[in-house]
Nanobody, 116 residues
Framework: QVHLVESGGGLVQPGGSLRLSCSAS????????MGWYRQAPGKQRELVAS???????NYADSVKGRFTISRDNARNMVFLQMNNLKPEDTAVYYC??????????WGQGTQVTVSS
């Protein structure tokens, strides 16, 4: 079992930045792939970025060059630095912990709103 808690969401203007944090507890965090997903109203949840236990990363094409995922295994934390935010980035952002190749455990979500 893994328990995840996100923080750092809020309201920001287009072009602004936010840093999301995810604190994890339980199981063996250092061996888990971790990810950030987002879900906008009326749309399906989609992968934003993932990071393997060794640090390899993957990003959705829509956020490449703007977002950076990182992890601090000693602190059991995962981060998502979001720069040059756009209105289409508006969504609830969820932290996820993987088992094998699929996300299995989810945080409660944190709202990110990008608006003028």
């Amino acid at each position: 079992q893994v328990h995840l808690v996100e923080s750092g969401g809020g309201l920001v203007q287009p072009g602004g930045s936010l840093r999301l944090s995810c604190s994890a507890s339980g199981s063996t965090f250092s061996t888990n792939t971790m990810g950030w997903y987002r879900q906008a109203p009326g749309k399906q949840r989609e992968l934003v970025a993932s990071i393997a236990s060794g640090g390899d990363t993957n990003y959705a094409d829509s956020v490449k060059g703007r977002f950076t995922i990182s992890r601090d295994n000693a602190r059991n934390m995962v981060f998502l630095q979001m720069n040059n935010l756009k209105p289409e980035d508006t969504a609830v952002y969820y932290c996820a912990a993987y088992r094998l190749i699929l996300p299995r455990y989810w945080g409660q979500g944190t709202q990110v709103t990008v608006s003028s």
